[in-house]
């Protein structure tokens, strides 16, 4: 399993982002896909999950109505668009795949060097 993540960058609260995960190394498109960050001194959380398909996504609170996951089972890649970023968003964020459909998955490969976002004035 091979993940790489890009697209993060400093942006002022209220800012967007597209965070963006190119997969391979696996069959992409049977495994469901996960997004997590990890700020500072905090436990790394999930943050948006899709299914296999594409057909399911599943959000915590925190983040729900602001991200949105989304996957192409063609390019192998997992966007992540951010809306609405907050200070409380900034964090280094990290993408992987899962083994099933549930937010207490195990994932199926090792940490990738994740992708700095800092929401900041």
């Known amino acids: 399993v091979q993940i790489v993540e890009s697209g993060g960058g400093l942006v002022q609260p209220g800012g967007s982002l597209r965070l963006s995960c190119a997969a391979s190394?696996?069959?992409?498109?049977?495994?469901?896909m996960g997004w997590y960050r990890q700020a500072p001194g905090k436990e790394r959380e999930l943050v948006a999950l899709i299914s296999s398909a594409g057909d399911m996504t599943n959000y915590p609170n925190s983040v729900k109505g602001r991200f949105t996951i989304s996957r192409d089972n063609v390019k192998n890649t997992v966007p992540l668009q951010m809306n609405s970023l907050k200070p409380e968003d900034t964090a280094v964020y990290y993408c992987?795949?899962?083994?099933?459909?549930?937010?207490?998955?195990?994932?199926?490969?090792?940490w990738g060097q994740g992708t700095q976002v800092t929401v900041s004035s």
């Open positions: 992987n795949a899962l083994r099933f459909y549930r937010t207490d998955s195990p994932r199926l490969g090792s």
């Open positions: 190394g696996f069959t992409f498109d049977s495994y469901p």
